[in-house]
């Protein structure tokens, strides 16, 4: 289990989370109160939940244009962990030296762990799986349009065969990532159980599409180990599954976007577009007021996360904890204020967060 820490820890290992009051969430915030998590059970862990307990500072990067200025600033920093976008998938960049950028930052100075960014929940039809003629309906298994505003990420019936032959094939993309020498994924839109799309095709093959991501996670860990045993797995976002112990069994850490800032799609607004921290905020008068021209019109958009609390995340994401899940954050702000409270925020918390620009597409200096 990876340690505890602060306040919440002590209260935990304690046995009165509720005696040990509330979390303050900032100045005019309501506070957050802990919730009581005290009779649940540690899980056991895993070889990748010990590789990640040393970690503290982490680097979230997915521009397919890595330059080699850029690779040089990461292996001369203090990161413990990058996640990178696994390149020579992208189309126009098939030919890009990554098992040379994981090498020279496995020998840093400072070592990194590094993972590779992938998304098993759409297809992007910039990957080099992608076939001409492809849209829509056709093949059925590619669902619909992305709900956020993505351009060519389409969600996905991730159970189908031909999905998984991308991906767990002798020459598919799980194969090529360890080859290259990364230590681990990062699975993106593991809430595509969720999408209306998604859910609709579901209904019409007869499966639960909540029971169908988990068993494809699994896939997907056991493809990896079965070759690397101390191999990482990290799910980001779709917190909700942490109540299934067999999920939580499966991976090794959750990584969780937009708990107190978020920016828009394609990074308009880049970030700072405070989340409502209660559920009686949401989409309240004072809370539309409070927000920025450009945050409001986010909150236009019904999907948006700005109709989720805060605390909606929190308390997903201590239950994991308290399973012994490391969990790391991802927030979306640029202005210093903001950025220097969430990580004071966070790591009271016990959370190895990481704040940045809303396209994950900038270098950001460590936060000590």
Known sequence: MRPLKHLLAACLLGG?????????????????????????????????????????????????????????????????????DFIPSEEDNADYPMADVIAQLHSAPHPKIVIAYIDIGEAESYRTYWQPGWRVGDPVWIAGEDPDGWAENYPVAYWYDEWKAIWLGEDGVLQAILDAGFDGVYLDWIEAYSDENVVAIAEEDGVDPVAEMITWVGEIADFARARRPDFIVIGQNATELVVYDEYLMIIDAIAQEQIWFDGGADNNPPGDCPLPRTGDEIDSREYRRSLPPECRRQLADPDSTLHVSSDEYLRYLLLAQRKGEPIFT???????????????????????????????DRYVTPVP
């Not at 950025?339 to 620009?357: I, Q």
């Open 330 to 360: 991802i927030d979306y702000a640029l202005d210093p204020e903001n950025v220097a409270w969430v990580y004071t925020t966070a790591r009271e918390l016990g959370f190895v967060p990481f704040v940045t620009s809303r396209n994950l």
């Open 16 to 84: 009165a989370l509720i005696a040990c009051g509330a979390f303050d969430e900032g100045d005019g915030g309501e506070a957050f109160e802990m919730p009581d998590y005290s009779d649940v059970t540690p899980l056991p862990d895993s070889p990748g939940e010990e590789r990640l307990q040393a970690v503290t500072h982490w680097l979230y990067l997915i521009n397919v244009n890595l330059e080699p200025e850029t690779v040089e600033q990461i292996a001369a920093s203090d990161y413990d962990m990058v996640v990178l």
